[in-house]
DNA sequence: CGAGTGACCGCAA
DNA sequence: ATTGCGGCCACTC
């Protein structure tokens, strides 16, 4: 079965160390443009084990419902090497991940 | 099973 | 700059 979520959870899985992706990106690439609030509410019920605190939303902000708060998601990119501007990441572009056509799939 | 809700995004006042 | 609202999918109650 090859829903949205899983293709979100496939796609978040492959997120790099060190890299981050937006909701809506994500949402984009798994074919719903205008769902990235279900990306939100994959990451809320969805596979726990997947590395959440890389996705983030557009503004470069944190997620406001992340485990331990934003404090917590923050502490983790801190320490993948990500600069960040108080709740906000410095240069988004310079951490955005865009994945390769085969990471889609 | 129907209705409500959500870790978002973009546009309109 | 701030507020409000529609849109998508999965999940809860």
């Not at 709740?87 to 951490?95: R, S, T």
Request: glycine residues 14%.
């Amino acid at each position: 079965m090859m829903g949205f979520k899983s293709n979100v959870e496939k796609l978040v899985s492959k997120i790099p160390y060190g890299r981050v992706m937006t909701y809506g990106q994500i949402a984009a690439l798994c074919g719903s443009p205008l769902a990235a609030r279900v990306v939100g509410g994959i990451a809320h019920y969805g596979n726990q084990d997947l590395p959440w605190q890389r996705v983030i939303n557009k503004r470069g902000g944190l997620a406001a419902g992340y485990p331990g708060g934003r404090a917590a998601q923050r502490k983790y990119l801190l320490a993948e090497g990500i600069e960040f501007d108080g709740n906000v990441i410095k240069n988004i572009a310079e951490y955005l991940w865009w994945p390769k056509d085969e990471a889609i799939k």
